[in-house]
């Protein structure tokens, strides 16, 4: 079963806003191949974030990852 990296990044973008880390968090974007996630802040700059092969709980490492 392939888990829906949308639906993960959904839920995971509230929990990252209500943290120091993600307080400037503006949006959490997939991309259509669904192999990057790219991390977009309130100042304009962007992270893009490689999820390749991830499974769900491996996204949301990598993701916070990016943030520390």
Same mark, same amino acid.
């Given at each position: 079963?392939? #888990? ?27 991309? #259509?191949? #669904? ?8 100042? %304009? ?6 999820? #390749?092969?991830?499974? %769900? ?12």
């Amino acid at each position: 079963m392939r #888990e829906d990296g949308k639906a993960i990044l959904k839920r995971l973008k509230p929990l990252l806003m209500a943290t120091r880390a993600g307080c400037d968090i503006d949006d959490l974007q997939l991309s #259509e191949d #669904e192999t990057t996630v790219t991390v977009r802040f309130c100042n %304009g700059h962007t992270r893009d974030v490689c999820i #390749e092969a991830d499974s %769900g709980v491996a996204l949301i490492q990598d993701v916070v990852r990016a943030l520390l």
